[in-house]
C-alpha cells in the first residue's frame, strides 16, 4: 500500500498507558486513513466492510492499510479505498450517540494470518459485567506526548455500571453507549482512537467515541463506547445488501 499524498492532518488514535500490541494478534485491525495519514482506527468484520466511529467521516477518510501494526511498514501491507460509507441515519454529533459508521471497501480484504474478520454480538445484549477486563488498541499519541506512534499499542481497561457513568457524565447522556476506562484509572484511550473496536472475550463489543480533556491529563469520567449491540440488525442489513440503509 503506497503513501499517498500528505495533508497536513494529525488526528487518530491515543492509548495512555497501554503496551505495544503482539505479533500475531488483533488481525481485524485497521488504520483509517486520508491521503497517506492515520486518521481513525477501525476493525474489519467482513470481507468488504469496517465499523469505525461516525465522527470520523468529517476527517474524509480514503482507504484503509489491513494487515499491519506499524504504519512506517504500510507500504508492505495490502490497502483498500474507501467506495462509500453509511454513517447511522440519525447520527449528529457524539453528544447525541449513534456515533458509528461502515466502510464499504474498493474490493475484499485478502483475508489470510495478518489480516482478520472480528466477530460482533450475536444479540442486542452485549452481557457485559461491571468491573470485566475489556481492550482498546490504536495507533497515535500517548499521554501528553505530541509524537505519533508507529506501533499498534494496547491497552486493558474494566467495563464501568452504566448508572455510574451516566452520574459522572451529565443527564442528557446518549444512550446505546458502553463505559470502560478512564474514569478513577490512568488506561484508556484519549481523544480518539477514534473507531477502534472495545474487544471482550475476543469479540468486538463497543466503538470509541468520545472522553474527556483533549490534553490527555487523564479525565475524571469514563471513556465512552457506542454498543454495538443494539446496532446489529442495521450492521448485518448493510453488509448483506451492499446498501446505506
Not at 476527517?59 to 508492505?76: A, F, Q
Request: aromatic share 8%; proline share 4%; charged share 15%.
Amino acid at each position: 500500500c503506497l503513501r499517498g499524498f500528505h495533508a497536513l492532518i494529525f488526528h487518530g488514535s491515543d492509548i495512555v498507558n497501554g503496551e505495544i500490541a503482539p505479533d500475531n494478534s488483533m488481525q481485524y485491525m485497521v488504520s483509517v486513513q486520508q491521503w497517506g495519514h492515520h486518521v481513525c482506527g477501525g476493525f474489519l468484520v467482513s470481507e468488504d466492510f469496517v465499523i469505525t466511529a461516525a465522527h470520523c467521516a468529517k476527517d474524509e477518510p480514503v482507504r484503509v492499510v489491513l494487515g499491519t501494526h506499524k504504519l512506517s511498514k504500510m507500504n508492505m501491507s495490502p490497502c483498500r479505498n474507501i467506495e462509500y460509507f453509511c454513517k447511522y441515519p440519525t447520527y449528529k454529533n457524539v453528544e447525541f450517540g449513534d456515533d458509528i459508521m461502515l466502510l464499504k471497501l474498493s474490493g475484499k480484504a485478502p483475508l489470510n494470518n495478518k489480516v482478520k474478520t472480528i466477530s460482533l454480538p450475536t444479540s442486542s445484549n452485549a452481557n457485559l459485567k461491571d468491573g470485566q477486563i475489556c481492550s482498546v488498541a490504536g495507533w497515535g499519541l500517548t499521554g501528553t506526548s505530541l509524537s505519533t506512534v508507529d506501533n499498534l499499542r494496547v491497552v486493558n481497561v474494566s467495563i464501568l455500571n452504566p448508572q455510574l457513568c451516566r452520574e459522572k457524565w451529565w443527564n442528557g447522556f446518549p444512550s446505546n453507549v458502553i463505559c470502560a476506562g478512564g474514569y478513577n484509572t490512568d488506561k484508556g484511550f484519549c481523544q480518539g482512537d477514534s473507531g477502534g473496536p472495545l474487544v471482550c472475550d475476543g469479540v468486538a463489543v463497543g466503538v470509541v467515541s468520545f472522553n474527556r480533556n483533549s490534553t490527555c491529563t487523564y479525565p475524571d469520567v469514563p471513556n465512552v463506547y457506542t454498543d454495538i449491540s443494539k446496532y446489529l440488525e442495521w450492521i448485518n442489513n448493510i453488509v448483506k445488501t451492499k446498501k446505506c440503509v
